[in-house]
């Protein structure tokens, strides 16, 4: 598995230009459903890291990378063997590829609610994240320590639900954190995680 990083800032108004044209039409559709421009240069920009990823491994042009996206919303590239997933934050980028179906995701870690776990968490990774089955009562989690636990959950569960294509279900909240190999990363305010599966689906 191939991990990316990148940033809105590392590209300038006329790629973003160009990489806008090179979208798909339901590409630049999400994309301008976006209210913030900071969120639309990250649609772009994750959009344009793909292409030039797999341009650089097949030695095709950008622009004649076909990108389409499953009925639930997964992105692919039928014309070549690679897995993808990727998301942005705040500005932020993280991509994956790899020769299975792969997840990623980035968040930013800050101080929330303990009640967001019961979203994600399944008892085992409440004891990893607080050390007890159970989410404190505290509001909101500050501990820069349990939240960099939380955050490698998160991020983790995500990446999960887009690896098998499903999004944060019943599945992945039961699927305990460390029962699964995964890369996790803290970078700056930045949580991120990238999820290869075993096995194609």
């Known amino acids: 598995m191939k991990i990316v990083r990148i940033s809105v800032g590392q590209f300038t108004d006329a790629q973003f230009a160009e990489g806008y044209l090179h ?61 993808f997933s990727y998301a942005h934050c705040e500005g932020e980028i993280v991509l994956a590829l790899g020769e299975r179906e792969v997840g990623a995701d980035i968040e930013r870690v800050r101080p929330v609610s303990p009640r967001i776990t019961r979203y994600f968490c399944c008892d085992s990774d409440l004891v990893y994240v607080f050390g007890a089955p159970a989410a404190p009562e505290t509001d909101p989690i500050e501990d820069p320590e349990v939240l960099s636990r939380l955050f490698e959950v998160w991020t983790f569960k995500e990446a999960l639900g887009k690896a098998w294509g499903t999004g944060l279900t019943k599945e992945t909240k039961y699927a305990p954190f460390n029962d699964y190999p995964k890369y996790l990363a803290r970078e700056g305010d930045f949580a991120l995680c990238a999820y290869e599966c075993e096995e194609n689906a």
């Open 23 to 83: 979208m798909s039409p339901a590409r630049r559709e999400k994309c301008d459903r976006y209210r913030r421009e900071i969120d639309r240069k990250c649609c772009i920009a994750a959009d344009m890291a793909v292409r030039n990823a797999l341009s650089a491994r097949f030695g095709v042009s950008p622009a004649e990378i076909n990108i389409r996206v499953t009925p639930e919303g997964k992105p692919y590239a039928p014309d070549f063997p690679v897995r």
